[in-house]
Structure formats: structure tokens, C-alpha cells
């Protein structure tokens, strides 16, 4: 679980994102894994909000999803439901007629009608963005629904060593994914979001900049952040 507070540059006040469980299931059919982040939210003026969002690894799903759920047990309480799309800014939002998730802070489950006739859907929106930017594994999604490409050497391709050395070229195109031994010319390409479904520890170094590069000495162990050697 991560807790992470960031300032609204408007109130000058703290704003919570606390990380959840994560749920993994095979997709109906077994055509690939359906993964769902949970956590709660937590306002610059203490009003409260949880999430849930999600995509599949199947081949045919191009969006994720979103849940966000506020004031359960009072009036104007409510569950709204969005699908998501990556673009180059960040994300997209349409709502949706059909639940997502049952969140905890949640109230009755809103259509797409009722969710934009709701007085509080700029907060939704607002929960929404702040979410998606400071929950790590939102980056999980995002590389995935964008198909971020990685270059990885033979032996990270195969699984034989573990990522040890994770570089975002300047181009912002590719990634590069790199074990204990060195880059040679026989690379491999793959999808980035494969490689954080065989090491999730990944998830700490999904946000690098294009001319950033992450280092460690063992999986699991703390990545070091710096400008790119390559």
C-alpha cells in the first residue's frame, strides 16, 4: 500500500491518494487477465472519495474503466462510472450506463444521464484526474492501452535475468529494459506493460521521463533515478 499527498496549488492544502489491493482474474474465455485498483481519495477539504479502476490484457479491449464513489449513507451520495482512454495528455473520460465497481464511499450506481445532471461531477472529474495521476499503477494501464513499445535484451526477454536497468529514450517512443548483462545487437521488442505483468516491482518506474533512466541491483530492490547515460 502507498500513500502519496500532493498540494492543491488552489487551497495551499495536502491531497491524499492511498493505494489499495489489486485483484487479478483470467478474462471470460481465459483470453487474457483482468487486473483492478482499488484505493481512497481524500480532498484538500477532507471530503472523501474511493476508486476502482481497471483494464484487461485481452487483445480486443482497448479502454479501462473507472468507478468513483462519494457520500454513502447520505443524500446526494453517489457511484459514477466512466470508461477511460489513453491519449498523448493523459487520459479521456466517458461516462458510462453500466457499474464498473462497488467502492466503499460509494452510493446508488449512476447512468451516463443521471451522473451529468449530478452537481457534483466536476469534483468526480477532479477525484478522477488526480487518481489516475499519482496511483502507480495507473501508469500500469495507461502504457498498456497506449502499447508502449520496450527494447529488451535476450536474456530479460526470456526471463532469464531479472530488469535491473530501465531507460525512456528522449524520442519518448521506446523504453529499454535491460538485465546484468550488457546491450548488445541482438535486442528484442516487446510490449512494456508484459514486462510489469512478470515483475510488478516495475510499477515504481512506469512515470520516467523521456531522457530519464532507473537503476537497481536486484529485483524488488530500490530503484536510483537519474538522467540517461545511453
Excluded: K
Excluded at 502519496?4 to 489491493?21: F, L, S
Excluded at 485498483?37 to 484487461?56: I, K, M, N, Q, V
Excluded at 485481452?58 to 446526494?76: A, F, H, S, Y
Amino acid at each position: 500500500m502507498l500513500v502519496v499527498t500532493m498540494y492543491d496549488r488552489v487551497n495551499a492544502m495536502e491531497i491524499r491518494v492511498e493505494e489499495g489491493r489489486l485483484v487479478e482474474v483470467p478474462t471470460p474465455g481465459a483470453t487474457g487477465m483482468d487486473r483492478r485498483a482499488f484505493g481512497e481519495f481524500e480532498s484538500a477539504r477532507g471530503e472523501l472519495a474511493s476508486y476502482a479502476f481497471g483494464w484487461s490484457t485481452d487483445p480486443e479491449e482497448t479502454e479501462g474503466r473507472l468507478t468513483i464513489g462519494i457520500g454513502v449513507g447520505n443524500p446526494g451520495g453517489a457511484t459514477f462510472h466512466a470508461g477511460v482512454r489513453a491519449d498523448e495528455d493523459g487520459y479521456a473520460f466517458v461516462l458510462l450506463d453500466e457499474p464498473f465497481e462497488d467502492v466503499p464511499e460509494g452510493g446508488p450506481d449512476l447512468t451516463a444521464d443521471e451522473a451529468r445532471a449530478h452537481d457534483t461531477l466536476p469534483f468526480i472529474w477532479h477525484v478522477a484526474d488526480c487518481v489516475l495521476a499519482h496511483d502507480r499503477r495507473a501508469n500500469w494501464m495507461r502504457h498498456r492501452l497506449v502499447g508502449t513499445r520496450a527494447i529488451q535484451t535476450p536474456e530479460v526477454f526470456e526471463l532469464e535475468e531479472p530488469i535491473l536497468l530501465v531507460v525512456h529514450d528522449d524520442d519518448d517512443e521506446l523504453w529499454q529494459l535491460i538485465g546484468s548483462s550488457d546491450a548488445g545487437s541482438d535486442a528484442r521488442i516487446g510490449h512494456l506493460w508484459h514486462s510489469v505483468d512478470e515483475d510488478p516491482t516495475l510499477v515504481d518506474v512506469l512515470d520516467l521521463e523521456p531522457g530519464e533512466e532507473a537503476v537497481r541491483e536486484r529485483r524488488g530492490g530500490p530503484w536510483t533515478r537519474r538522467r540517461s547515460r545511453s
